[in-house]
């Protein structure tokens, strides 16, 4: 009988849910659930989550941002007071259950769902209605939905490690990209993808995941170089100080010090991440160097896996903990970046603070959040188009954001009525339009005064700085000196005598661009430090989307990312028709001229293909361009203190004083160089372009001893002369540079070059064509590796012609290019993936067929035999004449390779087997077709058991809890999983 009125107590909840659903809208609000102190299964919390959104349905969004590995939906619930977007409003998100057996997290994160809707409404708790309308908080209760099913069983297991991870048996927290220990062939899991993809497209201002084993609040940064358990703080070190003291000051014996868990002792409960111990690859690292938002981890208890009647005390110490958190997001500085002349925000401004290494973005209504500890400091603020501004703001020892707006001058004014019309807006003496904080070239930001280099220093601090008070335009003496594109946003650097004579109405001063492009403003000839390297590549990518895509192949000794740029029509596809090129600059760090070069060159090329120049279209859109404009950004940062010494080799070589140009043997190799290689060994590139310096020449394989590459001269010999024939100083083959002797034609094998590298050195170039499919060359441009930035206007002049010939040489230089194919049935063919195609006589120099089995092999004019394999197939030889047929659209030589028969002679036996597979099919079809019925039959029981559980409360239900006649339709293997 009891089970009777309980069956029907359930139904009768089940029932008035449904009507609350499909009435919603009306005023009455249907009844929600106390909070159930039990283990909720993946069903279960579906379930609820799903409830509390149809009952607060404007209140709340619920949606999943991906699945598991499994399958399972990886779910986020929205809350905020008004689900339209609202300016000014900030994003905050929790996210628990990364380690599939740390459940504490997810389920105090679904109680802080039910509470936040629950007490909404409740007079005696208006905090809770407040964080409600002014922040839209996102709570994610799990990461890993897969490893909490499979640690369901283990209940109360509060030790072990052997459940954290994903069913691909990958911890989470250690499969984001590193900054230390980059690893460019990582493929991400579908979990940490989905919620790398969120995070990045979501204006996230405060966040923090949670975990369990241990008692506190980390923050970043998690590693080092060193691999040590020691301090390594982010340049927001203060402020994360802060953050994370916010929640272990509101948890009940987080900020008690003292040993925790019998193992580890933390003052004030909270704890730098590599102090603790070190670990790579984690959210909260990743985060900070990705996106806007500051995250933390949370570490809520010594046991991983408390009995569910623990469940409550847990809630009871962190429930007021979270709240204060999600309400720690108001602090710091807040407000708006908007066009003066439109009133209307800038989105994707961005805003620096003087000090700091670390930039925020504006959102979607040029709104932006910028956490910052008490203090006084210099906040800029910039745009493209528009003159960066700089404000003083004083932020007090308080809890509430200090407002502070920017509102930026558009540089289509000019002279001094754009500086006339900033001074007007100007906040008297808390705001100037003059010189924006300038990061230096080792990541500390500081002001520089005008006419002064910035200075290098090896720490990056939070402390705030004192105000720059240089008023007015920048003399025409700082254009010598290295600054980002903000420092210089007042100033115009009028180039136009060394760059062109006649210039055309659309010609812009520096001959970069178009005056018409719409980055023409931010182009000047200067250094650019390692920040302001990263903003002009996210300004080029923000600009030219279809054409332009910028990510990081790998980060230096100290940290600093390595950008690679990828240039072709359609940026978002693959395009495996069409070859690839790339370019590398600054291999030596005081080599600089080549890392400006190629910035030149790719915002030449996309400004140029963005206005439809038919030659650059007809580039972009047949070719996919790869440029990488800095490999040593340590050493640049080094150098950068010596622009014009000529003959200083200070920062040659990397923070390990390892020269990368010669680290190429495959042993010990430096993360620049293990990086590039990685990388290079992915892309199937078919032609490569060095830009290094002290010299006025081309040079090509064998730069050392090896004699391999002599295979190949002639036609390395037709690449090099695509780009020094273009150049007029270099072709002309006289002894440059202090060279004793000239060059003839600017051309020279590398070994033969005056300075060559030891014979027993593996220099990149040579790397390149004996263990890739790349036929490499370096072009040295310059006498001076680190010229003034004055010289750049003629550098450029000199230097863009070749470059812009050799992005076009694998088309124009003799190539024979086709597609590997084998037969796949019913006269159809499939490509061959990763195809081995040489050359005969030329067994040191291999390339391979990309995806869709295409290749694409240089070589000098002539008829050329290639043997062409693949895994498991015949070779093929095939001779073809090279050059081929202009104008041909498809690879004109199709190779179709065949399985290797002499793997696969047919065996005597074979007569005597065909009678035993018959015999062993007549036994086991009826075997397998009653165990198929049998399943089946199985399956329709369980489904009739579902239909009795849908009926139920998802909150209330276990296996102990059905019927005897529900359980007998279940064998006694079946765990409450396979149920619930």
């Known amino acids: ?328 997001v108001h602090t710091g500085v807040k407000g708006f970046v908007r066009s003066q002349d439109t009133g209307e925000g800038i989105q994707g401004a961005s805003i620096s603070v003087a000090g700091i290494d670390h930039i925020v973005f504006a959102s979607e209504f040029g709104d932006y959040w910028r956490l910052l500890a008490p203090g006084v400091y210099n906040m800029t603020a910039q745009a493209q188009g528009f003159d960066a501004l700089t404000r003083e703001v004083a932020i007090p020892n308080t809890y509430a954001a200090v407002p502070a707006d920017f509102d930026l001058v558009p540089q289509a004014v000019l002279g001094s009525e754009k500086t006339a019309a900033a001074a007007d807006t100007a906040t008297p003496k808390t705001e100037t339009a003059t010189a924006a904080a300038t990061p230096t070239s080792t990541g500390t930001q500081t002001t520089t005064p005008t006419g002064m280099q910035p200075t290098d220093t090896a720490t990056a601090t939070a402390a705030p700085t004192s105000p720059t008070t240089t008023a007015g335009p920048k003399s025409t003496a700082a254009s010598d000196t290295p600054t980002t594109p903000s420092t210089a946003a007042t100033t115009v650097v009028d180039t136009t005598e060394s760059v062109t004579a006649s210039p055309t109405p659309d010609t812009h001063p520096t001959g970069v661009v178009r005056a018409s492009c719409p980055i023409a403003d931010e182009v000047r000839f200067e250094y650019r430090s390692q920040s302001g390297l990263q903003d002009w590549l996210k300004l080029l990518q923000f600009h030219f989307p279809t054409l332009v895509d910028v990510s990081v192949l790998g980060r230096s000794i100290n940290g600093k990312p390595i950008h690679a740029v990828r240039l072709t029509k359609d940026v978002a596809s693959e395009h495996p028709d069409r070859p690839k090129v790339l370019f590398v600059g600054n291999v030596h760090g005081n080599e600089a001229v080549g890392r400006e070069l190629l910035v030149y060159l790719v915002s030449h090329l996309a400004c140029e293909a963005d206005v439809d120049d038919a030659g650059m279209v007809q580039l972009l859109a047949s070719t996919q361009l790869f440029i990488v404009p800095t490999l040593n950004p340590d050493g640049f940062a080094q150098a950068s203190r010596h622009e014009g010494e000529c003959e200083s080799n200070v920062g040659r070589s990397n923070a390990n004083h390892v020269d990368l140009e010669l680290d190429y043997d495959g042993h010990n190799q430096q993360p620049e160089t293990k990086a590039l290689a990685t990388w290079v060994g992915q892309q199937r590139f078919s032609l490569a372009l060095v830009l290094q310096a002290s010299s006025l020449v081309v040079t090509y394989p064998p730069n050392t001893g090896q004699s391999s590459a002599l295979d190949d001269q002639a036609v390395f010999e037709l690449l090099g002369q695509t780009y020094a024939s273009k150049h007029p100083e270099m072709v002309v083959g006289s002894p440059t540079c202090g060279d004793s002797k000239g060059y003839q034609n600017g051309l020279v094998m590398g070994r033969k070059r005056t300075g060559a590298p030891s014979p027993s050195a593996t220099t990149l170039g040579d790397w390149f064509y004996t263990s890739t499919d790349v036929l490499g060359l370096t072009a040295r441009v310059s006498c001076c590796p680190f010229p003034f930035s004055r010289d750049l206007p003629d550098l450029w002049r000199l230097n863009k012609p070749g470059l812009l010939s050799f992005a076009a040489a694998v088309h124009d230089v003799p190539v024979l290019t086709g597609k590997v194919v084998r037969a796949a049935g019913k006269g159809k063919t499939v490509p061959v993936s990763g195809a081995v195609v040489t050359v005969k006589g030329r067994p040191s120099h291999q390339v391979h067929a990309n995806d869709a089995g295409q290749f694409w092999r240089l070589l000098e004019p002539g008829e050329h035999t290639l043997a062409v394999s693949g895994p498991g197939l015949a070779v093929v030889s095939v001779t073809a004449a090279v050059p081929l047929p202009a104008g041909t659209t498809e690879p004109p030589l199709t190779v179709k390779l065949k399985a290797n028969t002499t793997d696969a002679e047919p065996s005597s036996s074979t007569g005597k087997l065909l009678p035993m597979a018959v015999l062993a099919m007549i036994v086991l079809v009826p075997l397998l077709s009653y165990g198929t019925y049998k399943w089946c039959t199985r399956r329709r029981h369980k489904a009739n058991v579902y239909a009795v559980l849908a009926d139920k409360d998802f909150e209330d239900m276990s296996f102990s809890k059905l019927s005897q006649e529900e359980r007998s339709m279940f064998s006694d293997s079946d765990s409450e999983d396979d149920i619930i």
Not at 149 to 161: D, N, T
């Open 1 to 328: 009988m009891a089970l009777l009125v309980w069956l029907a107590m359930m139904l009768g909840v089940w029932a008035a849910g449904c009507v609350g659903v499909a009435g919603h809208g009306q005023e009455e609000k249907q009844p929600l659930e106390p909070l159930l102190f039990d283990h909720h299964t993946h069903d279960q919390m579906t379930a609820l989550l799903h409830h509390y959104n149809a009952s607060f349905a404007d209140k709340t969004e619920l949606f999943s941002i991906g699945k598991s590995v499994d399958g399972r939906d990886l779910w986020v619930m929205r809350i905020t007071g008004d689900l339209n977007p609202q300016p000014g409003r900030p994003r905050f998100k929790y996210i628990g259950n990364m380690h599939g057996n740390e459940v504490v997290g997810r389920q105090m994160l679904i109680y802080l769902v039910q509470t936040l809707l629950d007490k909404y409404d409740d007079d005696d708790d208006p905090d809770i209605r407040r964080l409600v309308d002014s922040t839209d908080i996102y709570i994610m209760p799990t990461l890993n939905p897969d490893g909490h099913a499979r640690s369901l069983e283990h209940a109360g297991a509060c030790g072990g490690l052997g459940l954290r991870e994903n069913v691909n048996h990958v911890d989470l927290n250690r499969d984001f990209p590193d900054q230390f220990f980059p690893d460019a062939s990582h493929e991400p899991q579908p979990e940490t993808r989905a919620v790398m993809d969120w995070l990045q497209s979501t204006d996230f201002v405060l966040g923090a995941n949670l975990h369990g084993g241990s008692l506190v609040a980390s923050y970043p940064f998690d590693g080092n170089l060193e691999n040590e358990a020691k301090a390594t703080p982010c340049p927001d070190d203060a402020v994360f100080r802060l953050i994370a003291s916010r929640y272990a000051v509101n948890h009940a014996d987080m900020a008690t010090t003292g040993i925790v868990c019998s193992r580890d002792e933390f003052q004030g409960g909270i704890a730098n991440g590599a102090s603790w111990y070190p670990l790579y690859g984690s959210l909260q690292d990743w985060s900070y160097l990705t996106t806007s938002s500051f995250d933390i981890t949370l570490e809520l208890g010594c046991c991983r896996f408390p009995e569910a009647n623990k469940l409550a005390s847990f809630w009871d110490k962190n429930g007021d903990a979270l709240l204060a958190l999600i309400d720690y």
